[in-house]
């Protein structure tokens, strides 16, 4: 073997290691909280990335903290210490069970007592509203992106590059229906009919759970429920945001709201970065996944 295969394979070798170690590393990262000393606690929690219903960050993946906020939320719902809490969003959503989760998981923190304002990031939009739609209270920054309130799901029909490749299914299933969402075929206009349903029906349930959270009637959502985005700004002037502010303001609030006298004690829940991280900061990772699935998922 020459010099330049010896080197392509060490240095192929060393990256698998590397990615490895990485990986390792990030599975073990630790969760932390940081305490800044007041009167009244208010806890701060984020729900950053892609709203899914996996329990751990992806590790090709962006980071998302799905799991992490659900486990945050139930712990300030039990803490007796804590009197308000803010959920600092930036998302711009995801799986719509896992967004209608956490927004019953927000409802059973306010059950507990507790007041609950939403802090929006940068973008807080789709499934990331839902969620916010469950707080007494909303602020946005000015120009914070979020709406986008409706529902959506991509069926992938690959029938004309498998006939290309050569590449055919036999299919054998129990039911008219079992293989509908195969991407070896287009879907027929009663499958079409099917997923248009389902469609529906979530849509339904997204603009109820803005109506109950936001105090509005159902005809009043609709109007904005066209998948549209708003600014900060002209989500404050149709009702769906309640102030204009950073994460500062949102405290503030929160600390207001629970009868908080003088500078409260923030509580801040958050993720320690793995070693991944550091990879995908400097951009030798991506921030997107390199693979999709394959099923149909309903995603806000």
């Given at each position: 073997?020459?010099?330049?295969?010896?080197?392509?394979?060490?240095v192929t070798v060393?990256?698998?290691?590397?990615?490895?170690?990485?990986?390792?590393?990030?599975?073990?990262?630790?969760?932390?909280?940081?305490?800044?000393?007041?009167?009244?606690?208010?806890?701060?929690?984020?729900?950053?990335?892609?709203?899914?219903?996996?329990?751990?960050?992806?590790?090709?993946?962006?980071?998302?903290?799905?799991?992490?906020?659900?486990?945050?939320?139930?712990?300030?719902?039990?803490?007796?210490?804590?009197?308000?809490?803010?959920?600092?969003?930036?998302?711009?959503?995801?799986?719509?069970?896992?967004?209608?989760?956490?927004?019953?998981?927000?409802?059973?923190?306010?059950?507990?007592?507790?007041?609950?304002?939403?802090?929006?990031?940068?973008?807080?939009?789709?499934?990331?509203?839902?969620?916010?739609?469950?707080?007494?209270?909303?602020?946005?920054?000015?120009?914070?992106?979020?709406?986008?309130?409706?529902?959506?799901?991509?069926?992938?029909?690959?029938?004309?590059?498998?006939?290309?490749?050569?590449?055919?299914?036999?299919?054998?299933?129990?039911?008219?229906?079992?293989?509908?969402?195969?991407?070896?075929?287009?879907?027929t206009p009663e499958?079409?009919?099917?997923?248009?349903?389902?469609?529906?029906?979530?849509?339904?349930?997204?603009?109820?759970?803005?109506?109950?959270?936001?105090?509005?009637?159902?005809?009043?959502?609709?109007?904005?429920?066209?998948?549209?985005?708003?600014?900060?700004?002209?989500?404050?002037?149709?009702?769906?945001?309640?102030?204009?502010?950073?994460?500062?303001?949102?405290?503030?609030?929160?600390?207001?709201?629970?009868?908080?006298?003088?500078?409260?004690?923030?509580?801040?829940?958050?993720?320690?970065?793995?070693?991944?991280?550091?990879?995908?900061?400097?951009?030798?990772?991506?921030?997107?996944?390199?693979?999709?699935?394959?099923?149909?998922?309903?995603?806000?």
């Amino acid at each position: 073997m020459d010099t330049r295969k010896k080197g392509i394979i060490l240095v192929t070798v060393s990256i698998f290691i590397t990615l490895v170690a990485a990986v390792l590393a990030n599975k073990g990262e630790k969760e932390s909280t940081r305490t800044i000393a007041g009167s009244g606690k208010v806890a701060v929690i984020y729900l950053t990335g892609t709203i899914t219903s996996t329990q751990e960050m992806p590790i090709w993946g962006a980071g998302s903290s799905t799991g992490l906020t659900m486990k945050y939320l139930e712990d300030a719902e039990k803490d007796d210490s804590i009197n308000a809490v803010v959920l600092r969003i930036d998302s711009p959503g995801g799986s719509a069970n896992a967004s209608q989760e956490l927004y019953e998981q927000v409802l059973r923190v306010k059950k507990s007592g507790k007041k609950v304002v939403a802090s929006f990031g940068d973008t807080a939009a789709s499934g990331g509203y839902y969620v916010a739609a469950a707080a007494d209270k909303i602020v946005a920054g000015p120009s914070s992106l979020t709406g986008s309130i409706g529902v959506i799901s991509t069926v992938p029909n690959l029938e004309e590059l498998y006939n290309k490749i050569g590449y055919k299914e036999r299919v054998f299933k129990s039911g008219t229906f079992k293989d509908m969402l195969s991407p070896s075929r287009p879907l027929t206009p009663e499958e079409e009919e099917i997923m248009q349903g389902i469609i529906e029906d979530t849509y339904q349930q997204f603009i109820n759970a803005v109506a109950k959270g936001r105090g509005m009637s159902l005809d009043r959502v609709r109007k904005l429920a066209d998948g549209r985005i708003f600014t900060g700004n002209q989500a404050k002037e149709v009702g769906l945001v309640d102030e204009l502010g950073g994460k500062r303001e949102a405290i503030e609030l929160a600390a207001d709201l629970a009868g908080i006298k003088g500078e409260p004690e923030v509580v801040e829940y958050r993720r320690i970065p793995g070693f991944i991280d550091i990879f995908q900061r400097f951009g030798f990772l991506s921030q997107k996944p390199l693979f999709y699935p394959a099923y149909t998922t309903i995603q806000f």
